[in-house]
């Protein structure tokens, strides 16, 4: 489903949002993923340690793990945005059957 | 061999890690702006409590991804800088080896008696190649100290936004956009976070002046070399005189200004600097009793021959001039009042000093025939292995 256009109703821009949350998710695992290979690129030239070297290692280290950290956060995201959802037609369902009972 | 000639990471495989963050940057950033369109749309249809909570915790996560987006040009800026910069210093060890060879064939040639027409160039690009080592280390270590403060926040942040909202409190305490977020950074890497040193923005600038290499040697890493004279007079001239370095004359008795004080070209860092050597003000035997229990604190060795050198306050030295090593017996250090900054300083100043003293004891307490350019470099070479050693021991205080 695309994001780029307003949808006419709650669930279907709540199903766009927790995409957009999900990609966003993947899109951070996959930089820590290209970050490491990056780093690991540079451990592996001549003497890449010391100091200095070793401090942006460390660095790179911790990137890598809070852009996976971030990732799950966001994926977490997308699947309270689709609960949300979901409680939303639930809700819907429910009026609904409330009003036809009542008419 | 050596330790400046020994073998640094390869500069093309750090631009090819450049530009590896480059492209990642540019497959993550675009999703900022989805995740940022699609919540803007969506709270066109969606009210309440719950839609208030997400609305939260997406500002904290944007506010996040944008630090990501900053981290990943500053990393790939950095990187591109420190290709080239180990680049550089490649080729200048290449030519330190080339002097050394070309030493050996005209010794042949000459059977020994003009081996000394390349000691000159051979030390001062041992200077340089130490010089540009220590900046690399430096840019590194600042960007590291810079980028995980920053990171440290943003785990706060995540934590926040994971308790939906607690840690909105902090974000909203912060004022940044991603970008402001990136340029703080920036401030931070190239302005002085590390050893309190100022490093230009601008990558050629850091590659060329900030180091003392200048174009010349930049013009050789990117392919360009001129001829090695050329090169040589301007290595020197910059690494002696552009960025600070002033050889002096040993003709005057005295090595000139030692320029140790490399965050000066910031003027309010100078006026600072000026206030407190104001404060820290002492009489001449105080400035000395200071010198010798520095020397004993940190065990430099002020003896030369098995006889003690003697330390001297010179109020009239500039502040850029810490120390100077008059010709003459009894041997006998000068010392100004821009030795006396710190520990650091100070124990620097008289280890390269004592190198000078031990350089005018093989020469019968006289200058003559011995040009700067030889004399300066192992003092130098001293004065900043101490300095490391200090750094580490020490936390450069």
Redesign the interface.
């Known amino acids: 489903m695309s994001s780029g256009e307003i949808k006419l109703t709650v669930p279907e821009q709540l199903d766009a949002m927790s995409q957009a949350h999900r990609a966003h998710g993947e899109a951070a695992h996959a930089a820590a993923e290209q970050v490491n290979s990056g780093h690991q690129a540079l451990q592996g030239t001549t003497n890449w340690s010391g100091p200095g070297f070793d401090d942006i290692s460390g660095f790179l280290n911790q990137f890598v793990s809070h852009l996976h950290a971030f990732g799950n956060l966001k994926q977490t995201l997308a699947t309270s945005v689709t609960q949300a959802k979901e409680n939303s037609v639930n809700a819907n369902t429910t009026n609904a059957q409330n009003l036809t009972t009542q008419g | 061999m050596t330790w400046f000639m020994?073998?640094?990471?390869?500069g093309d495989?750090?631009h090819?890690?450049a530009a590896?963050?480059r492209?990642?940057q540019g497959?993550?950033s675009p999703?900022?702006q989805?995740?940022q369109?699609?919540?803007d749309?969506?709270v066109?249809?969606?009210g309440g409590n719950?839609s208030t909570a997400?609305t939260q915790?997406?500002t904290a996560?944007q506010q996040?991804?944008q630090e990501?987006a900053g981290?990943?040009v500053a990393?790939a800026d950095t990187f591109q800088v420190l290709g080239t910069l180990l680049k550089i210093i490649f080729v200048l060890q290449m030519a330190w080896l080339a002097i050394q060879a070309a030493t050996v064939i005209w010794g042949i040639f000459t059977a020994g008696l003009d081996a000394l027409v390349t000691e000159g160039p051979a030390a001062a690009l041992a200077v340089v190649i130490q010089g540009m080592r220590q900046m690399?280390?430096?840019?590194?270590?600042a960007?590291?100290?810079a980028?995980?403060s920053r990171?440290v926040q943003?785990?706060v942040l995540?934590g926040g936004?994971?308790g939906l909202g607690v840690g909105i409190n902090t974000v909203e305490s912060q004022h940044l956009s991603g970008w402001q977020a990136f340029l703080t950074i920036a401030g931070d890497t190239f302005t002085g976070a590390g050893a309190g040193m100022t490093i230009a923005l601008d990558p050629l600038a850091l590659a060329g002046t900030g180091v003392g290499v200048g174009q010349v040697a930049t013009q050789s890493a990117l392919g360009n070399p001129t001829d090695v004279q050329s090169a040589f007079n301007l290595i020197t001239f910059d690494t002696f005189a552009a960025s600070g370095f002033d050889s002096g004359d040993p003709a005057n008795g005295d090595l000139g200004p030692i320029e140790r004080n490399r965050d000066l070209s910031d003027e309010e860092a100078y006026q600072q600097y000026l206030q407190r050597m104001a404060q820290q003000a002492q009489t001449p035997e105080q400035y000395i009793a200071q010198a010798y229990q520095t020397a004993e604190k940190y065990g430099i060795d002020l003896t030369v021959n098995g006889e003690p050198v003697q330390l001297a306050f010179d109020p009239n030295k500039a502040l850029e001039n810490p120390g100077g090593t008059p010709e003459g017996y009894p041997p006998t250090i000068n010392l100004g009042r821009g030795a006396f900054t710190d520990d650091r300083m100070l124990g620097g100043t008289l280890v390269h000093e004592m190198v000078h003293i031990r350089q005018l004891a093989e020469n019968g307490w006289v200058w003559k025939g011995l040009p700067t350019e030889v004399v300066e470099p192992p003092a130098y070479a001293a004065q900043y292995e101490w300095e490391a050693w200090f750094d580490?021991n020490f936390g450069g205080k």
Do not use: E, F, N
């Open positions: 020994d073998p640094m990471p390869d495989t750090v090819q890690v590896s963050m492209t990642v497959a993550y999703h900022i989805t995740v369109t699609t919540h749309q969506t066109i249809v969606w719950d997400h915790v997406t996560t996040a991804s990501h981290w990943l990393l690399v280390v430096s840019l590194l270590t960007l590291a100290k980028l995980a990171l943003a785990g995540i936004a994971t580490a």
